[in-house]
């Protein structure tokens, strides 16, 4: 199938994946997760919201937990690169007929709601309250120190339109996994706009429904001390898949899920990708060497579960790929 091609010159600009906002059930169990466990910092708190951000970012929150009656993810947030987007954006999403709408949002400037052709729903802001950087202030890192939001992947649901669509929007294609044949279908794909491998990539399957969010952390031994600690803290159960490395990206990477069930990556090493002319790389559906470069499978709940968008309806996948799956 098709790979999409790059376009420079987008309808209006997006920097790059900015937050998250996920409904939880029991705030104070969540909060405790992502503070203690993972190591995020708390910006701000009230009885039903908390803020968090990693120690490198300085805007006011990377992820939003709200309390809410059953898990869900909410938003997916994008940064703009001006107000003057914002206007673009929403004029984009007007003459598509998608559905939008200014809305004030606590610590955000100005904020776009919006909704792409397959039920994602966007937050679009160009500005955010700032806050001090905790980079070297070593002595606030806990758990995994987490630097920075990374990346979000998705259950669609219609892999090919939505590569398409957001191709259109100025993310560009780095790897992908394909069916082998002249026929193949592309069952996965990796897009950024801030120069590394992602900052949304597509996963075909039922959705659509938020698949994982990811933090960047400093270092691999993170990441295993992380292990470690959740082996013996109560968490084992939380602990999905890896430590290992990724083929696809070549990060080093952990997937755990937290008390509702939200997936969340912890992930270093991966790669630059910001030349004009950065050619996608093709995976086969069938390489073992694509989800973990040392050969092991992910395993079946990795494939099947995810988070629910709030108030979406799930499709089917267009066609069921042939992955390879831990028995
Ligand atoms: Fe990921």
Same mark, same amino acid.
């Given at each position: 199938?098709?790979v999409?091609?790059?376009?420079f010159?987008?309808?209006?600009?997006?920097?790059?994946?900015?937050?998250?906002v996920?409904?939880v059930?029991?705030l #104070?169990?969540?909060?405790a997760?992502y503070?203690?466990?993972?190591?995020?910092?708390?910006?701000?708190?009230?009885?039903?919201?908390?803020?968090l951000?990693?120690?490198?970012?300085?805007?006011?929150?990377?992820?939003?937990l709200?309390?809410?009656?059953?898990?869900?993810?909410?938003?997916?947030?994008?940064?703009?690169?001006?107000e $003057?987007?914002?206007d673009?954006? $929403?004029?984009?999403?007007?003459?598509?007929?998608?559905?939008?709408?200014?809305?004030?949002?606590?610590?955000?400037?100005?904020t776009?709601?919006?909704?792409?052709?397959?039920?994602?729903?966007?937050?679009?802001?160009?500005?955010?309250?700032?806050?001090?950087?905790?980079?070297?202030?070593?002595?606030?890192?806990q758990g995994?120190?987490p630097?920075?939001?990374?990346?979000?992947?998705?259950?669609?649901?219609?892999?090919?339109?939505?590569?398409?669509?957001? #191709?259109?929007?100025?993310?560009?294609?780095?790897?992908?996994?394909?069916?082998?044949?002249?026929?193949?279908?592309?069952?996965?794909?990796w897009?950024?706009?801030?120069g590394n491998?992602?900052?949304?990539a597509f996963?075909?399957?039922?959705?659509?429904?938020?698949?994982?969010?990811?933090?960047?952390?400093?270092?691999a031994?993170?990441?295993?001390?992380?292990?470690?600690?959740?082996?013996?803290?109560?968490y084992l159960?939380?602990?999905?898949?890896?430590?290992?490395?990724?083929?696809?990206?070549?990060?080093?990477?952990?997937?755990?899920?937290?008390?509702?069930?939200?997936?969340i990556?912890l992930?270093?090493?991966d790669y630059q990708?910001?030349?004009?002319?950065?050619?996608?790389?093709?995976?086969?559906?069938?390489?073992?060497?694509?989800?973990t470069?040392?050969?092991?499978? #992910?395993?079946k709940?990795w494939?099947?579960?995810?988070s629910l968008?709030?108030?979406?309806?799930?499709?089917?996948?267009?066609?069921?790929?042939?992955?390879?799956? #831990?028995?």
């Amino acid at each position: 199938m098709p790979v999409p091609t790059h376009i420079f010159d987008p309808p209006f600009n997006i920097v790059r994946v900015s937050h998250v906002v996920l409904e939880v059930t029991d705030l #104070a169990a969540s909060r405790a997760f992502y503070e203690t466990v993972v190591g995020l910092r708390v910006t701000d708190a009230d009885a039903g919201t908390v803020y968090l951000r990693g120690v490198e970012e300085r805007q006011h929150h990377s992820l939003v937990l709200r309390k809410a009656d059953g898990p869900a993810c909410r938003r997916i947030g994008f940064r703009l690169g001006h107000e $003057a987007d914002l206007d673009a954006a $929403a004029a984009f999403f007007a003459q598509r007929g998608l559905p939008h709408a200014f809305v004030e949002v606590p610590f955000q400037g100005r904020t776009l709601h919006a909704s792409d052709p397959f039920g994602l729903p966007l937050e679009l802001v160009a500005g955010m309250e700032r806050r001090p950087s905790s980079l070297q202030r070593y002595a606030d890192y806990q758990g995994v120190r987490p630097q920075r939001l990374d990346h979000v992947n998705v259950f669609a649901p219609e892999v090919q339109a939505s590569l398409d669509f957001y #191709a259109a929007l100025g993310f560009r294609l780095t790897e992908y996994a394909e069916e082998d044949g002249p026929d193949g279908r592309i069952a996965a794909g990796w897009m950024h706009r801030k120069g590394n491998v992602h900052d949304l990539a597509f996963t075909n399957g039922r959705g659509p429904r938020l698949h994982h969010l990811c933090y960047w952390t400093p270092t691999a031994l993170d990441i295993i001390h992380l292990c470690d600690v959740m082996a013996t803290s109560g968490y084992l159960p939380n602990m999905e898949r890896g430590p290992g490395r990724h083929g696809i990206s070549n990060a080093f990477f952990l997937y755990i899920r937290d008390p509702d069930g939200h997936r969340i990556e912890l992930y270093t090493s991966d790669y630059q990708t910001m030349d004009p002319d950065h050619e996608p790389l093709r995976w086969s559906l069938r390489d073992p060497r694509r989800q973990t470069l040392w050969g092991a499978p #992910a395993p079946k709940t990795w494939f099947e579960e995810g988070s629910l968008f709030a108030g979406q309806d799930l499709r089917d996948p267009a066609f069921v790929a042939d992955v390879i799956v #831990a028995s």
